[in-house]
T-cell receptor, first 115, second 110 residues
Framework: GAVVSQHPSWVICKSGTSVKIECRSL??????MFWYRQFPKQSLMLMAT?????????EQGVEKDKFLINHASLTLSTLTVTSAHPEDSSFYIC???????????FGEGSWLTVV | QKEVEQNSGPLSVPEGAIASLNCTYS??????FFWYRQYSGKSPELIMS????GDKEDGRFTAQLNKASQYVSLLIRDSQPSDSATYLC??????????FGQGTRLTINP
């Protein structure tokens, strides 16, 4: 079964509103979680790396004020897309790991559609 | 130059044949390499990881790594229609970050 769970699986929101996506590690403590975005027919692009208890490290070109990441516990990280616009519509995927050298597990992904 | 490059395909292979997927990477210091399979609309799933030069076999899958040439490949023997998917090559950069190639779309024709 899944060891990393994302919620919701899909969400539709109105332009200008904010939407939160949760990523949970189900049976292990994830010291590091990663958030990716994938547009249709394109590869996964890393958005940010999140370590429990500290601020996320964002990749170049990713707006930290627009994509708020919180990793408040060892089993939960959240991505909040603020003031969403249609161009933010994408497949958002998280991954989690116990730490360096350990397997990286991917969540099931969350489809976001902004209308 | 992209960090991880793959031929986007599509690659068509008849059922039962060997499918060969290739990937090159730019960071000579990379030590960990992964192949993921992604079905349309789904999250990637790990097929193989490889860390040392040479071949690593797991069932119908064989990963090959050549660090001198900065090249990693995936062979799928006895290809099945269910193998039809996009295959993503990923390279670990730094301590834990994965950088993905653009993926190769593979179609196995019955």
């Amino acid at each position: 079964g899944a060891v990393v769970s994302q919620h919701p699986s899909w969400v539709i929101c109105k332009s200008g509103t904010s939407v939160k996506i949760e990523c949970r590690s189900l049976d292990f403590q994830a010291t590091t979680m990663f958030w990716y975005r994938q547009f249709p027919k394109q590869s996964l692009m890393l958005m940010a790396t999140s370590n429990e208890g500290s601020k996320a490290t964002y990749e170049q070109g990713v707006e930290k004020d627009k994509f708020l990441i919180n990793h408040a516990s060892l089993t939960l990280s959240t991505l909040t897309v603020t003031s969403a616009h249609p161009e933010d519509s994408s497949f958002y995927i998280c991954s989690a790991t116990r730490g360096v050298g350990n397997t990286i597990y991917f969540g099931e992904g969350s489809w976001l559609t902004v209308v | 130059q992209k960090e991880v490059e793959q031929n986007s395909g599509p690659l068509s292979v008849p059922e039962g044949a060997i499918a060969s997927l290739n990937c090159t990477y730019s960071d000579r210091g990379s030590q960990s390499f992964f192949w993921y399979r992604q079905y349309s609309g789904k999250s990637p799933e790990l097929i193989m990881s490889i860390y040392s030069n040479g071949d690593k076999e797991d069932g119908r899958f064989t990963a090959q790594l050549n660090k001198a040439s900065q090249y990693v490949s995936l062979l799928i023997r006895d290809s099945q229609p269910s193998d039809s998917a996009t295959y993503l090559c990923a390279v670990a950069v730094g301590a834990q970050k994965l950088v993905f190639g653009q993926g190769t779309r593979l179609t196995i024709n019955p």
